[in-house]
């Protein structure tokens, strides 16, 4: 689908500076797609894994797209919600994949409560994957394949940080860096994956497709593992495959 999007310029911004309050209400894309489908006719499988490949593909083909696989990851403990950034680095039937610092504050929070939510956002082609389900970690063996994988500046550097520890300064990071160098990059030695360091797998429950349009009537196709009991009724509710319904919901 081709998509041209323009920038509503009507962007009044009204600045109150004893508040510091910004009014940013005019600020909004104006979906102009050329060719408004209902996203039925983009749904490529009655399941959601090759629904997601096939967007994923798509995105990643275009080039005003740097980072296709960034994925905003919301863990939550104690009824408190946080989100970050993180890159997806495989997918399948089997769920989602990423890697981060086993010690790091979204690590904790999944250790504590193990279900997630994950959304894509591909705005210039006004869509958005929406994830949910539970965490689990990946295997040691798979961890190191993938760590070894990456550059070496980038285990080195994996393995310099405590991952939302504070700190005194970037020095701290430095020392550490210069350290390690010296100790594998210097006499060319494989450096060895943290034990702090690998990988998780999202397995979904739910999987929802949104697609935005130009009349702002949006598309949403929502996948769900089918509950106990539940019968499809071809109207409201349709049978997937693979154990999936799928419904339409309002925008
Ligand atoms: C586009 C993007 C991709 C990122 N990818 C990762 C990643 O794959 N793994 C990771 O641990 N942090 C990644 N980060 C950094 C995280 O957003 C975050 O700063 C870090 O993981 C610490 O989060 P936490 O304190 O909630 O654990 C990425 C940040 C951005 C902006």
């Known amino acids: 689908m081709a998509t041209k999007c323009i920038r509503f310029s009507n962007i009044s911004q009204q600045f109150n500076l004893r508040k510091m309050s910004i009014d940013i209400g005019g600020m909004r894309l104006r979906y102009k797609n050329k060719d408004d489908t209902f996203l039925e ?3 490529v499988s009655k399941e959601p ?5 096939s967007w994923f593909e798509e995105a990643c083909s275009k080039k005003e797209i740097l980072e296709p696989n960034a994925m905003c990851l919301a863990t939550s403990k104690d009824g408190f919600p946080s989100a970050r950034f993180v890159l997806c680095k495989g997918y399948g039937k089997d769920g989602f994949k990423f890697f981060t610092n ?3 504050r979204k ?3 999944m250790d504590e409560n193990p279900n997630v939510a994950a959304t894509f956002y591909w ?5 958005s994957v929406r994830i949910e389900g539970h965490v689990e970690k990946l295997s040691e063996e798979e961890s190191t394949k993938y760590f070894h994988s990456r550059p070496v500046p980038s285990q080195v550097a994996a393995t310099a940080s405590y991952q939302s520890t504070p700190i005194e300064s970037r020095d701290v990071l430095c020392e550490r860096e210069k350290v390690l160098e010296a100790e594998y990059i210097i006499p060319q030695k494989e450096v060895p994956k943290p034990s702090y360091w690998g990988g998780y797998i999202i397995r979904p429950r739910a999987i929802e497709f949104w697609q935005g349009q130009s009349d702002r009537l949006h598309d949403r196709i929502k996948f769900r593992k089918s509950a106990a009991g539940e019968v ?6 349709h049978e997937g495959e693979d154990g999936w319904v799928y419904e339409r919901l309002s925008p």
């Open 123 to 127: 705005e210039f082609l006004n869509r």
């Open 41 to 43: 006719k983009h749904l």
């Open 49 to 53: 894994f090759l629904q997601f490949k």
């Open 232 to 237: 499809p009724d071809g109207k409201i509710l």
């Open 102 to 104: 086993y010690g790091s």
């Open 107 to 109: 690590a904790k929070e």
